[in-house]
């Protein structure tokens, strides 16, 4: 019972086993099983369950043995990303290899393995509490809504207080939420509340990237016909963001540098973007979202407190089989 859990065990059951399984994990947790789905993206492919509980969607992502971390290029680069990296280097004079300064930003080659885990599609906001406009706590700061009722009448579509309030215009309304300090070990307890906890580094490396030995879950560079966030081109209006397209497992991951993922360690540690240090300082598309790679060493912050303009969590629930 408990390899099934685990590829590539779990993609040989057939769909009616598939389902008995993915029931008993519904009832086990209390989830709605909403029924299997496959996920197919960049030659990676996964047939797994789908679940919802309070508001979140949650798949079934089956463990594996794989190696994680980068020495070197397994593809190499195109010459568009070369000359991206060749200007770059150029302005700061920088006259070493692009793999010897890539390297020096991604964690070490090694073999780990990752349990069975119920895993968040999407990322979550931390902090930001929703409120109706005749909330107390807001009318009684005449002054934010001042500033806001100005800021709508100019044509805005958002507006952010740091540190008090944000405005947002979504589906044709606005939206308001109070903004709440929070702290690692805080969003650790509420989601233990929960029932849920955080990935951690390795655990998160697998859910982005599934084991690739790329740099990134398609390759060892951007593809000049993607569309990315921050970097998009004239006509791609009407594209989706490749990135935040779901994965091989169904998960909306790594898709935007300016959002980090907060993970499971000793100290409050992330994954999943620098907010958006590398783009601010001019580095590029390549380097620019070098941190989404599943490969980068995980950053350590300063203290407790978390942005939540730029930290984000994804729940999970690790699964015994």
């Keep these: 019972m408990e390899k099934t859990g685990y590829l590539p065990y779990f993609e040989?059951?057939?769909?009616?086993?598939?389902?008995?399984?993915?029931?008993?994990?519904?009832?086990?947790?209390?989830l709605r099983f909403q029924g299997l789905q496959t996920f197919s993206r960049w030659g990676q492919s996964c047939t797994t369950g789908v679940f919802e509980k309070d508001?979140?969607?949650?798949?079934?992502?089956?463990?594996?043995?794989?190696?994680?971390?980068?020495?070197?290029?397994?593809?190499?680069?195109?010459?568009?990303?070369?000359?991206?990296l060749d200007y770059v280097f150029g302005e700061c004079e920088y006259n070493g290899t692009p793999e010897d300064f890539i390297r020096e930003d991604m964690a070490p080659v090694r073999q780990v393995t990752v349990p069975p885990m119920l895993a968040g599609r999407e990322l979550e906001e931390i902090g930001w509490e929703p409120?109706?406009?005749?909330?107390?706590?807001?009318?009684?700061?005449?002054?934010?809504?001042?500033?806001?009722?100005?800021h709508k009448r100019s044509g805005m579509r958002g507006l952010n207080l740091v540190g008090h309030v944000r405005f947002d215009y979504t589906d044709g309304q606005w939206r308001a939420y109070l903004y709440h300090d929070v702290t690692y070990p805080q969003l650790k307890e509420l989601l233990r509340k929960q029932g849920f906890s955080l990935p951690t580094a390795d655990e998160w490396a697998y859910?982005?990237?599934?084991?690739?030995?790329?740099?990134?879950?398609?390759?060892?560079?951007?593809?000049?016909?993607?569309?990315?966030?921050?970097f998009e081109s004239p006509g791609d209006e009407d594209k989706p963001y490749d990135m935040k397209e779901p994965n091989f497992f169904g998960l909306s991951i790594a898709y935007d540098p300016y959002m980090r993922e907060?993970?499971?360690?000793?100290?409050?540690?992330?994954?999943?973007?620098?907010?958006?240090?590398?783009?601010?300082?001019?580095?590029?598309?390549?380097?620019?979202?070098?941190?989404?790679?599943?490969?980068?060493k995980p950053e350590v912050q300063e203290d407790d407190l978390l942005d939540i303009d730029f930290d984000f969590c994804r729940p999970i629930i690790r699964v015994e089989l």
């Design 12 to 30: 040989q059951l057939e769909t009616a086993d598939k389902t008995a399984l993915m029931q008993t994990l519904a009832e086990r947790y209390r």
């Design 55 to 84: 508001g979140r969607e949650l798949v079934f992502v089956p463990g594996g043995a794989i190696t994680i971390g980068w020495e070197q290029f397994h593809e190499g680069l195109d010459e568009e990303n070369l000359a991206e």
């Design 131 to 150: 409120v109706e406009f005749q909330d107390p706590r807001l009318l009684a700061h005449p002054d934010w809504l001042e500033e806001f009722e100005e």
């Design 207 to 230: 859910l982005c990237g599934g084991g690739c030995r790329t740099l990134f879950p398609w390759g060892d560079g951007l593809k000049s016909d993607m569309r990315i966030l921050h």
């Design 262 to 296: 907060v993970v499971e360690a000793d100290t409050f540690t992330t994954c999943g973007g620098d907010g958006g240090c590398n783009i601010c300082g001019g580095m590029g598309p390549l380097l620019g979202f070098l941190p989404c790679s599943p490969h980068r």
